[in-house]
């Protein structure tokens, strides 16, 4: 069948007549298709919600319990028909639960990314390429100014600070849902053993993602009491916070705050700058020019369908190779790192 009858935008989402189902609507809708817990993609009020277990057990601590009418838990791979249309999960390595959805119909087979990224990520699993008719992919930085650097060297940067600034308590803005949790795992990595401070905003995801396998170490409060010596304790320490949390009077309860960002956006030093931060750290979630590129080239699809973000540079580069393909212009989308 065509592909635009089998899936095709609409204002509340990406829509699949056949089997009557959207793709991360922006709206409230009978059936949904979750492929990550990220707040624009995953919203509540759906009468029923497809989306790997880990997924949904995200969206049950942001939203409370009754977030749908009905869970459906499916694992990666696992084969489930929706009103005839053949629907499988297929990791995006995005965040823990992140995955592509892969819809097949009458010959006709689209794989839509969600949020997804290719290099190492040790919170969750590793993005899997899907032969398909149609990939509908991100292009978050899809420009190719964004290059992001090796994750290693980021945190390697943090922990290099803390002994430069021994007396400064460093403050990182990172997503409470992915980021934050995979910050504290590459710095784990580079041996950082010591406790690392967490905003009350983050608890609830980093023990979540420790009752779903993923070990963060040690983690304390980052509270600090009124009494002598309380502000000591968080000199050279690290505190992970939500990045609006930085700038904030709660900021400036620490000792010589250093502010720091762990973002695929700190490629931009004019961002950093308006956010007043001094230590940018390079860290994305998204695929980066190259990582976008290289999987159109992996996957060679028939055709390409381009979302959210910088659309038109990779509808471009993908015509020069060739290739068809278009901008979908779906709206709602708003990625958290912004
Ligand atoms: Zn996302
Ligand atoms: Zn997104």
């Known amino acids: 069948m065509k592909p635009e009858a089998l899936l095709h935008p609409t204002p509340a989402g990406l829509y699949c007549p056949p089997g009557d189902f959207y793709i991360d609507p922006v709206a409230p809708v009978g059936r949904a298709i979750i492929t990550h817990g990220h707040a624009d993609h995953a919203r509540a009020g759906h009468g029923a919600v497809l989306a790997?277990?880990?997924?949904?057990?995200?969206?049950?601590?942001?939203?409370?319990?009754?977030?749908?009418?009905?869970?459906?838990?499916?694992?990666?791979?696992?084969?489930?028909?929706?009103?005839?249309?053949?629907?499988?999960?297929?990791?995006?390595?995005?965040?823990?639960?992140?995955?592509?959805?892969?819809?097949?119909?009458?010959?006709?087979?689209?794989?839509?990314?969600?949020?997804?990224?290719?290099?190492?990520?040790?919170?969750?699993?590793?993005?899997?390429?899907?032969?398909?008719?149609?990939?509908?992919?991100?292009?978050?930085?899809?420009?190719?100014?964004?290059?992001?650097?090796?994750?290693?060297?980021?945190?390697?940067?943090?922990?290099?600070?803390?002994?430069?600034?021994?007396?400064?308590?460093?403050?990182?803005?990172?997503?409470?849902?992915?980021?934050?949790?995979?910050?504290?795992?590459?710095l784990r990595e580079e041996g950082y053993d010591k406790p690392i401070f967490i905003h009350g905003a983050m608890k609830k995801l980093c023990d979540l993602y420790e009752e779903l396998g993923v070990p963060l170490g040690p983690l304390e409060p980052a509270t600090i009491e009124k009494g002598k010596g309380e502000k000591d304790r968080f000199a050279g320490e690290i505190v992970v916070c939500p990045p609006a949390a930085i700038q904030s009077t709660w900021a400036r309860r620490f000792p010589d705050p250093l502010p720091a960002f762990a973002s695929g956006w700190m490629r931009v030093r004019q961002r950093a700058k308006q956010r007043g931060v001094e230590l940018p750290i390079i860290m994305s979630d998204h695929a980066d020019w190259n990582e976008l590129t290289d999987t159109v080239e992996e996957v060679d699809p028939s055709e390409l369908w381009v979302t959210h973000g910088r659309e038109d540079a990779l509808v471009r580069w993908a015509e020069l190779q060739g290739r068809k393909a278009k901008a979908l212009h779906l709206v709602g989308y708003e990625d958290e790192n912004e």
């Open 52 to 186: 790997t277990p880990e997924t949904l057990a995200i969206m049950a601590v942001r939203y409370g319990e009754m977030f749908t009418e009905k869970r459906q838990p499916i694992a990666y791979g696992e084969v489930v028909e929706v009103n005839g249309v053949t629907v499988w999960l297929v990791p995006a390595g995005h965040v823990l639960g992140s995955a592509q959805a892969v819809v097949e119909h009458k010959g006709t087979r689209i794989v839509t990314t969600g949020d997804y990224k290719r290099r190492r990520d040790p919170t969750c699993a590793q993005f899997e390429p899907v032969p398909c008719d149609v990939l509908i992919s991100e292009a978050t930085f899809g420009l190719p100014v964004f290059v992001h650097p090796p994750t290693d060297g980021e945190a390697r940067k943090l922990i290099a600070s803390t002994e430069q600034f021994p007396e400064r308590a460093h403050l990182v803005g990172a997503y409470a849902l992915g980021k934050a949790q995979r910050l504290i795992c590459h």
